[in-house]
């Protein structure tokens, strides 16, 4: 863990050479390429920056101390968050499908039960009542649209 | 200008932004004393519903509120379980919290109260004076000071990133400013680092960027760290809010210079409310007489008053620099500057003339958001303190859930979604690197501003001839330059010179 920010520096000295790669080959219009001011200009030098920020981290001696940070890692709750992000992938995907107030009193039920929760039932009226106060909100006084129902009940209404 | 403050006083008395002032108070204090979300977030999740509004001025309002509230709700939880909600009220809790040990709990809360609000009032009648008087001189700038402006902005970020902490903020804001680039603009004809896929063809959209980098890592942090969201005790018996006569004397002072000052220190760019207010805490510390300053730390007033007063001082004066340049000196405002910019709003020296009821509306709401929190917290802090121990596993699911369905409504697009999971794990990853993340927001809100002001300055100089044709620009890149380097060079040799600690 204490080298990680090194390992990062080096992932973004990747994508500053990528990028750089990129604003290099932009392909240019003719009148463009004859102007000062190109649409890769400050691309170009971005990247050369991003390539001398990542590099120096890499190359100079260690700034800050990590280390200190490390020790507090320890019973980290691991699984935990990953399975959390896990759950907010899943609601992404399963919130056109089976609409708004289904896929979060799920995603709440899930993940407060994830955290400790062990009254289904409370949790569950909570997510639901949540959800639809939500949905009132943001669809009728905000005007925004929002899919509440699963798609094949709102199909067939 | 009294033309402008009259149109501004009657937006801001309007019943609708006045209730959107309490709810922005409210809601701020609200989520500002949970633990682990800081004004970042909270401002993050209301930014779709403050688009929506669709007026600048009642949605500026809102966000406002929203950010000076979460900065009040943060001393409470400072004060009554030494948990500040937010950064900005870490300083509270080292007086705060033993006071409220020693059963002064009630006592502890009404000097917070009444500090933070002369401070934001006295902060806000700064920013009455300031903002025109810059905004003048700014009216002056051509695009290249603006462009030599912004370096110097994004590099004076970086520079106050903390001790070892420069190259990496610096890193950080040049991603955000690459981050920027991608997609369609105003300037280029094509869309750029596409890479064909379809959905960055309008670049990556803000609120999911902020919600993704702030919001998100803060519910994964408190996941993985337990001890952030314990179950948390308040036992504090929460009566007597009265304070002393000698009391109020002793704080006056205390509480008068720490506004000037805080406000001061929120119109630099990079330092904030919490530089202020450690800051405030050290200065009043040294001011104060021998006796009084054993007290420090064990539960003195004035320990108490002056990060309270700086803190809040600072959230006003750091409203200085982009209402009238522009410019965000901080990630909060950055957020703000973003929402303007999503309400065609360009924050900046002819706001003032061309949109005087936004500009002085969001000022006068700042007092009346002010008297808001006094009414609030004054009364209301036994009852809204019981909201304290709302249970982890509740919490944790809502922050998420919040965060991911402001991005959603903002694009109503599922994938959007995805690109916020991804980035909220791209986000912990840098943190646990120690990478800084408010530079990343800020370049990224400026890049496109950045951009726009280099194009014309080279277009009408015919190159970068004007970094050093132009007197004024090369002073303030000169300035960025030493900024950037000063540290890093400070850092290098205590480095040499200290042996090193074994952590």
Sequence with gaps: ?157 | MIEGMLTGLSAAISPFNLLMVFIGCFLGTFIGMLPGLGPMSIIAIMIPVAIQLGDPASALILLAGVYYGAIFGGSTSSILINAPGVAGTVASSFDGYPMARAGQAGKALTIAAISSFVGGTIGALLLMIFAPVLSSVAKLFWSAEYFALMVLGLTAIAAFAGKGKVIKAMLMTIFGVMLATVGESALHNAARFTMGIMDLQSGIYFVTLVMGLFALPEAIFLVLDRKRSQAMENNNKIENLRISGSEAKEIAPVVARQSVLGFLIGVLPGAGATMASFLGYGVERNLAPAGEREKFGKGSVRGLAAPETANNAACTGSFVPMLTLGIPGSGTTAILLGALVALSITPGPRMIEEQPEVFWAVIISMYIGNFVLLILNLPLIPYIAKLLTVPRYYLIPFVVFFSLIGAYIGQNNATELLIMVALGCLATLLRFGGYPLPPLIIGFILGGMLEDNLGRAMRKAGGLEFLWERPMTLTIMILALCLLIYPMLRTSQSNHNEPPKTA
């Design chain 1, 1 to 157: 863990m204490a080298r990680i920010d090194r390992y990062i520096a080096l992932a973004l000295l990747a994508f500053s050479i990528g990028y750089g790669y990129l604003a290099w080959t932009h392909p240019l219009l003719p009148f463009e390429a004859r102007m000062p001011f190109k649409p890769n200009t400050l691309p170009i030098g971005l990247a050369g920056l991003g390539v001398l920020f990542s590099s120096l981290i890499i190359l100079l001696p260690k700034m800050d101390d990590l280390s200190k940070d490390a020790e507090g890692y320890r019973g980290f709750a691991w699984g935990q968050a990953l399975i959390l992000v896990a759950m907010m992938v899943a609601y992404a995907l399963l919130l056109r499908p089976l609409g708004f107030i289904a896929s979060t009193t799920l995603f709440i039920v899930a993940a407060a039960w994830l955290l400790g929760e062990t009254r289904h039932g409370r949790s569950f009226t909570i997510g639901l009542i949540a959800s639809g106060l939500i949905w009132y909100l943001v669809d009728n006084l905000l005007g925004i649209y929002l899919v509440a129902l699963p798609a094949f009940l709102a199909e067939l209404l």
